[in-house]
């Protein structure tokens, strides 16, 4: 019986997939987006809370980070933009995925020089009544230091960690308040920021605190992606929750993915904007439970199963990197068996191994060729001055043309 529903399924999908118009609309008006969390038209958010889980994230609630949530946020708030988006606008078209900068377009990105690059990294430890927070210790930091270095070392990336600076507020003495649909906790998080870190920085800033337990879920990290403003700010850097900050944890290696210019693996599947209204085609498809196929009427960033759709171009779609592979949010080390938008089959053997996922630590130790390039890119395009002894200047030299997509 299990095998005839899936099948009766996938059948339901592919007749409503040969339907779809075109996918050449404008992306859905986002006016009045709130924090994800508090939009429930997606099948994979919010994880629900007081569900335990084994591995990353240990008896604590199912976990995640808001960076590409916040980013949405301060642009539908905020009016932020990329630094490059005025640049991008040829590239920019009606129908595309929105380009944040040259490194989005694949030739740019591949013709970036992968010589050595050295990342100055420094940290300010908030501490909670009068210690270092969650029970943190310099030889933990010390550790997950030495993790960074080896996940990113496959990269050609290293580091050059500046002694950690230990810090007190008055305002926050123990911990920064629990995550919640208020934003409290977001506010309390840039304050710091502004109080704590330089405003022209010469580093990726990183924000060490302790955060109240609530029943929203876990937050373990937000960082800054290097076209946002911010990262040439004081508000820019990234925050860690201390208490996954160890050897053993990668939250960390995860969230300077971002502040690298890298998307989760999934952007492309669970971080797409589903329709709330459409053509009848995408109205059936949402009655259906088939929110990710009903995405693809409305959100050019759609990225598919690879294996069914060899046509894409997938350095367009999704995270741009083509040798990433489609998949959905999910908590564990191999794909799912179900799925909520009934397309587990199609994902099956998605790699779950690959950093900016959400897998459990113990299984996620790989980065691939384009995320490297893409690394190296945006890190000198938008934030060179995060990289040690002219090491953008010398990749630039090395890279020749890269730059011309930016005129």
Known sequence: MQATSTLLCLL???????TLPARNGPLPDHQGFQVRPQNRSHPHWPPPSGHEREGRIGTLDRAFDLTWEMWEYRKARYGVKSIFEDKMTKYNGEGSCPKQGGCDIASVRDSTAMTPMKVRVRTHVVLQDGAWPNGLTS??????EASLKQDWGQLNVDFDFVDAEEHTSSKYPSCIPEYDGSNVWYDAINELKRTLFD???????????????GSGGTLLGIGTFPWDPAAATNEGGLWMNAAHIGG????YNHELGHNFGLWHTFHGVSEIFCPTEGTEDCKALMRMGLCSWACACMDPCWEPPHNLHPEYDYNNVGDFCA?????F??????????DPICEADEFTGAPNDNIMGYSPDSCINKLTPHQQARVHCWTCDATPFVVENGGCAKKRAASQSLRGHHA
Do not use: F, S, Y
């Open 12 to 18: 339901l999908v592919g007749v409503a997939v040969a």
């Open 248 to 251: 053993t944890h990668k939250t």
């Open 139 to 144: 030889e933990m930091l010390k550790a997950q």
């Open 329 to 338: 949010r999910h908590w564990d080390c191999t794909t799912p068996a179900t």
């Open 199 to 213: 405003a022209e920085p010469d580093a990726i800033n990183v924000l060490v605190t302790c955060q109240t337990p």
């Open 323 to 327: 040798d990433t592979g489609a998949t």
